[in-house]
Structures are given as structure tokens and as C-alpha cells.
């Protein structure tokens, strides 16, 4: 067998090294739209040509992916065989994944879903509307977000009619045959290709291949078969999510004009400050600030965590700068294992006035030689402040 060299997945979407998300997008979209099966029925080539863009998009839109690829090329990607793990992806998997990035091209109108797959008895694919995406923004506190939380959200979408089920029709005589393609559902089209001239057969655009259209309009929804309505949509944000990040589910956003598939729901998640802790990744971050006194002589003090107030000792003689780690404290990793710490930064707040007997009592103790800063601390705190201010 012999052995098939990956192209490099930039040069298959023909951007340079240092492409932005929206020009690997860009790019992608337009090498999808040009391999299209719908432009190029029956080509296996097209199709070999789609799927390979597929696989440098799913790459190159991934940061982590993408990184990975950067340094280590294809082999970077892990797998047995130093190759791309993501399984083969069938042509489903392509519009399931990428189907946003079409339905932009093609202004979300018309959309190819595929009943059967590529390869082996042939290929049977059949033409239906698909509803636009619709996009919220869900609020979510850092104790939703290290949980994971079940949201009750109410949304205003396009749902299928209820009148007539969706399919604009008044009922199931109002159809006559499409006048466009005689009732066939196809139109014979003439290509110019490099092979010469070349007749194909198209899905009728009028009808969608269904060979009828609707004479008798839905009066209800004016033969749209979607009406706009509100809905309460119950959805499962996952543990570990971040400000920024998007959650899809499948199928949950506008329903399709006269049936056919519901787009999908998109929540980009908006994080909710905390008052206290401040998130870095996946860890949590709380600045305490300590008494001279109690940085000198120790104690006990109460840092607030995401479950409650835990205390903590502090060693007599903790110096500012001092950083406890306590561990599992901060935010899972989403789909994966492990959490991250609550760092604790330690300050210590020096008095900003004093009064005439507290400055005598300092001064008293100003000279005794344990006052004194010995190198070593001078070694420490230097090389912190090094990097504080790098
Ligand atoms: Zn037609
Ligand atoms: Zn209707």
C-alpha cells in the first residue's frame, strides 16, 4: 500500500503561518463552498478535496490543536500512526460540526443533509430547510461555573406553526406541482467544465426537490410554516466553562421555514464577577492582607472559597509575598479531570499613621538587630519583585 503524505493543512486552505481565526474561516468557507457535493455531485474528488479542508479547519480553528500542529506538524496530533486522531470524519460529521460556517456562505438558507453515508451503496442525499442559530448570552456565577449548572432560560424564537404542523400548507390537498420543474424536483443544468460541456442534474431551488409547492398558503403563518413565539428552553452548561466561551445544542435554536431541521442554539457564556476571588484559568485567585501584627506573631484567618469560609494558619513571621496554594480549591477543566488551586497572595498592610506612643514603641524597636532584614530575605523578595514586574 502505499504510503499517502499529508498535505500541510495551511497550504490545503492556502493561508500563511500567522492567519487570524477569521481569515482560517474565511478560507475554509470558501474551499467548502468551491468542493461542495452539492456543486459536485458524484465527484470523488470534490469530495476527497471537501474533506481534507474539513480536517485543516477542525485543526487550524482549534488553539490547542493548532498549536500543536505548529510544533510538531502532523505527528503532533497524536495517534498510533502520527497522524490525526479525530477519526476519519464522514461527510455527517462535517456538517454537523462546521454547519455554521455554511450556513453563513449560503446566507442559512438551503442545507444538505446526507441520510446515508459516502462510500459503500450510494450516495443518497435528500435537500431540507435548516432554521437559522439562534444566540443567547446565559450570566453564570463562579459557584454555577465549578459545579456545572441546569439553566431554565425563556427565549424568543421561531417555532414550527402549530396550525399546520409546520409545513405552511393550509392542509394536505393545498399542493400543486411546481411550476419550475414540472413536478420532476430536478432541473437539468449546463456546465462548462474542464472536461467540456457537461449536463447535471440540480435539486429544483423552487420546490427543493419535492417536485410541488403550496397553493393554498397556511393562513395562520402565511404559508412560512414558522411563527415567533416564546420558549423555555432547559439547557446543561457543563463544569469549568469560561467568560467568552460558546455551548451549542444541537437543534434547540429557530425552526426551519415549511419543516425541516431546527438550527442549533448557541450560549456564549458571560462570567459573573466574584467579589472576592478573581479567576485565572483554572484557578482561583484571593489577595489577603494581613496586620503587621498578625504577619508577625501569626494567626488564624478565614479566606473565602467557592464552598463556604475555610480558615487557614499563618505562621508567625510570614512575609508579604508569601503565596499558599490550597489545593483543589479553584475550577475544573472542562471534559477533563482534576481542578484547579486557590492561590492565596499574602500582603502585609503597614500602618499609614501613627500616633506619638505608637511611633516611640516602633522606634524602640527599630535598632534590635532581628528587625534588620538579613540577606537572604533581600535575595527572596528581590528575585519576587523581578518577576511581579516582568
Ligand atoms: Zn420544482
Ligand atoms: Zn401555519
Known sequence: ???????DYYEVLELTRTATGEEIKRSYRRKAIEYH??????????EEKFKEAAEAYDVLS????????????????????????????????????????????????????????????????????????????????????????EKKIKVRKQVACKQCRGTGAENERAYGKCPSCQG?????????????????????????GEGKRITTKCPHCRGEGIVQDEEIIT??????????????????????????????????????EHPELIRDQHDLIYN?????????????????????????????GTQPGKVLRLKDKGLPAVNRHGKGDLVVNISVYVPEKLSGEQQQTIAAMAQAPNFQPTNEIRVAIGSKFRNVFR
Do not use: W
Request: hydrophobic share 35%; aromatic share 8%; glycine share 16%.
Open 184 to 208: 420532476r424536483g430536478q432541473i437539468i443544468q449546463e456546465v462548462h467544465s474542464m472536461f467540456g460541456r457537461m449536463q447535471t442534474a440540480m435539486e429544483c431551488p423552487h420546490c427543493g
Open 62 to 149: 482549534d488553539t490547542n490543536k493548532r498549536a500543536r500542529y505548529d510544533q510538531f506538524g502532523h505527528a503532533g496530533l497524536g495517534g498510533a500512526g502520527g497522524g490525526y486522531t479525530g477519526e476519519e470524519m464522514t461527510m455527517e460529521d462535517i456538517f454537523r460540526h462546521f454547519g455554521s460556517v455554511f450556513s453563513e456562505g449560503f446566507g442559512g438558507g438551503r442545507f444538505t443533509t446526507f441520510t446515508a453515508g459516502f462510500g459503500g451503496g450510494g450516495q443518497q442525499q435528500h435537500y431540507v430547510n435548516r432554521g437559522a442559530d439562534l444566540r443567547v448570552k446565559v450570566k453564570l456565577t463562579l459557584q454555577e461555573i465549578a459545579a456545572g449548572v
Open 37 to 46: 457535493p452539492d456543486k459536485n455531485p458524484g465527484d470523488k474528488q470534490a
Open 288 to 316: 489577603l492582607i494581613l496586620s503587621f501584627p498578625q504577619a508577625a506573631m501569626g494567626t488564624t484567618v478565614e479566606v473565602p472559597t467557592l464552598d463556604g469560609k475555610v480558615k487557614i494558619k499563618i505562621d508567625a
Open 235 to 272: 439547557i446543561q452548561i457543563p463544569a469549568g466553562v469560561a467568560d467568552g466561551m460558546q455551548v451549542s445544542f444541537r437543534q434547540k435554536g429557530n425552526a426551519a421555514r415549511q419543516g425541516g431541521v431546527n438550527g442549533d442554539l448557541i450560549v456564549v457564556i458571560a462570567e459573573d
Open 1 to 7: 500500500m502505499a504510503t499517502i503524505t499529508k498535505r
